[in-house]
């Protein structure tokens, strides 16, 4: 799913200070799964912002409303009925929902409440860890499942670095597990480590955002 | 045959015992900053390593550096690091490094923009990197610009570029049975000489080494082993607990601690690593390293007896 | 949700308590419960762990000064690890408070058992005191 997570509240108190009437929108998908905006993170923040607010002297009204997901025009349409009534939303889905729903009241502010950081599992229940980057061009069946883009801190191609910590862990983060140090011990499981002595050639990252805005046509899907 | 021709290649053809020392950059664009520790290090070792924002901290760029130390006399060994810049800018830089005259270049991944932001300073960890293609991509890059006259694309370069191409090894770090092959893919890649992450532990190390002699490495590639100066026992400490692939044997901390002069200590140490360093078979030099104290490396280098240099 | 009507200045401290841990000859409290000086307003829960951080903040952003909840004791809970997962949700919610500049003082737990109306409300009254230091809600009056 993508990851998403809360802005600081001194950041959405600074921005909400000029508005009275405000829409906090959720998205029951991806940001649920990761409790940053679903229904629940929704009903939490709307009283949180009230409160932080009036700390500051401003007195708001939050208006609360949770849609399946913010990046389906069916579902964004849902929030019509209750922009009249807001002069802005905090749309807690991922930046795609956001853009939608900014797309769709282009006269209304439209703020995000979250910071979307990564494409991540949810490992064990409250441990989101990022799997995927997105990068366009897939390696997995040559690294024994573990991603090598969007798991090491340098994206090798021809890991590790020397800067694999004891027991296996990254150099820049005790916590994260060195994905070539995981890669190398799934390949000497398998009985295919020679796999992993061929030298890989430098990745085409083109495929994916660095070789512009993505945009995908299907003409077998076009209207 | 010759690859590129440098003092430290023609050193090693020769079987000399070859000693390279580490030339921190400085955090301004002093040229006088550079010529002083040149002054300092002249005649003292067959190449001199320039670091490349190593930790991530900015300093005056490695060609720049590389290029002073050069003018005044020392033939750098520039370092490449694949955090900052792409393949474009690398392989540009690569030209542009070959035309001031550099004939070395020693590849690595570098250190992750976190590590910038560390004691006093704040570095930048909230930089964008680039690792756009890894430090055995870049042996490649070199390798074929060197030998085949074209850049990574496929599109020729004007003329070949021939560099004496460097790899780094870290023999201790786990995967520990996976690091001897890493060494193999980079010699494979194009690396003709190699030097360690530092070593503590000649012991150890010199089993790593029997293993690279095994699988044929070590006529392969000249392998210069990493001795890092320790300071103290704090640092041999801190050194053990913090750096990957960094392993100091209890008995040398204890030593250190035991030691009335700690600095002095420290030079004597290195006298002894290097020594050991010279009578392990397949390792052909010494690769010195003083954190922002090379002055006291040239003494150390003269009772290691390794002074004057050969001529080539 | 528990109601807290407005009605001026004094205190009122929400106690929102676990049914299990509560004498079973207990009368189930709702309030609110008039005295010395405060306003006591009681829910009951089949398990404190049904609280969730938005439910402890809307009862004080609706003008709550205390919010206490009573869980059982660790170890005896009916749903196994329910009241640890509460403890866990409200120190979420405190922090959260501690953001909102709200003090994180006004929400907390207590464990007990067997615990009976006249328990229940001494542990009300018992947050006066660090509410008194904390100062009024000053989301009072802007009820719904």
């Known amino acids: 799913m993508i990851i998403a997570e809360w802005k600081p509240l001194p950041e959405l108190v600074e921005i909400l200070k000029g508005h009275t009437n405000v829409l906090v929108a959720g998205c029951a998908t991806c940001v649920a799964e990761c409790a940053a905006g679903g229904e629940r993170e929704v009903e939490t923040l709307a009283p949180l912002l009230k409160m932080a607010l009036k700390n500051e002297g401003c007195t708001i009204n939050v208006l609360t409303r949770t849609v399946e997901r913010q990046c389906e025009w069916e579902f964004v349409e849902e929030l019509a009925e209750m922009t009249p009534k807001v002069d802005a939303i905090v749309s807690l889905a991922c930046g795609i929902g956001i853009q939608a729903v900014a797309e769709r009241f282009p006269d209304l502010a439209v703020y995000p409440g979250v910071n979307t950081t990564a494409l991540a599992i949810r490992q064990e229940p409250g441990l989101w860890i990022a799997r995927c980057a997105a990068c366009g061009d897939c390696v997995l069946g040559e690294t024994f499942g573990f991603c090598p883009v969007a798991r090491c801190a340098k994206s090798l191609s021809n890991g590790p670095c020397g800067g694999t910590r004891k027991e296996g862990k990254c150099e820049i983060d005790e916590n994260i597990d060195c994905v070539w140090f995981q890669i190398y011990e799934r390949a000497k499981a398998r009985g295919k480590v020679e796999q992993l002595l061929k030298v890989r050639k430098p990745r085409n990252w083109s495929n994916s955002g660095h070789g512009g805005p993505k945009r995908v046509v299907r003409e077998d899907l076009r209207p | 045959m010759m690859k590129a021709g440098s003092k430290l290649e023609k050193t090693l053809r020769a079987g000399h015992f070859a000693v390279t020392v580490e030339v921190g950059p400085p955090r301004g664009p002093n040229p006088e900053d550079v010529l002083r520790k040149a002054q300092q290090l002249k005649g003292v070792a067959d190449g001199y390593n320039v670091t490349d924002n190593q930790t991530a901290v900015v300093r005056m760029s490695s060609i720049a550096g590389a290029r002073l130390l050069q003018e005044a006399g020392c033939e750098p060994i520039m370092q490449m690091t694949c955090r900052d810049r792409n393949r474009i800018a690398l392989q540009s830089d690569l030209l542009g490094a070959w035309a001031l005259g550099m004939r070395n270049c020693l590849c690595l991944s570098g250190d992750h923009q976190k590590a910038g932001a560390s004691g006093k300073l704040k570095g930048h960890p909230g930089a964008k990197n680039v690792f756009d293609v890894d430090s055995i991509q870049l042996i490649s890059i070199l390798k074929e610009m060197r030998d085949a006259g074209v850049l990574e694309s496929g599109d020729p370069i004007s003329q070949p570029t021939p560099f004496f191409i460097g790899a780094v090894w870290t023999p201790l770090a786990p995967p520990e049975e996976f690091r001897i092959l890493r060494l193999a893919k980079k010699i494979e890649a194009g690396a003709d000489f190699i030097q360690t992450q530092a070593v503590f532990d000649m012991k150890r190390f010199a089993t790593a080494v029997a293993s690279a002699h095994d699988k044929g490495l070590t006529t392969k590639a000249s392998i210069l082993v990493g001795i890092i100066v320790p300071k103290s026992a704090k640092m041999l400490e801190y050194m053990n607990a913090n750096v990957p692939g960094v392993e100091v044997p209890e008995g040398l901390i204890k030593r250190m601690a035991a030691a009335k002069d700690q600095r002095q200590e420290g030079y004597q140490i290195t006298v002894e690593l290097i020594q050991a360093a010279r009578n392990i078979p397949g390792v052909k030099g010494v690769h010195l390293q003083a954190i922002e104290s090379e002055e006291v490396l040239p003494e150390i280098i003269r009772s290691a007896g390794l002074l004057p240099r050969p001529q080539v | ?144």
């Open chain 3, 1 to 144: 949700m528990v109601d807290v009507k407005q009605t001026g200045n004094t205190p009122r401290i929400v106690v929102v308590y676990c049914r299990n841990a509560v004498s079973s000859a207990a009368e189930l409290l709702e309030g609110p419960y008039t005295a010395k000086g405060y306003h006591a307003y009681f829910a009951a829960l089949p398990c404190s762990s049904k609280i969730e951080p938005s439910y402890l903040l809307k009862i004080i952003a609706d003008g709550a000064d205390g919010l206490l909840v009573v869980a059982c004791p660790e170890g005896h809970c009916r749903n196994l690890v329910g009241n640890v997962r509460a403890e866990k949700r409200i120190n979420y919610a405190r922090s959260l408070l501690n953001k909102a500049k709200m003090g994180a003082e006004r929400l907390t737990l207590e464990r007990g058992e067997n615990l009976t109306e006249k328990d229940l409300l001494a542990l009300a009254q018992s947050r006066l005191g660090p509410l008194k230091i904390l100062g009024p809600n000053p989301m009072k009056g802007d009820g719904k």
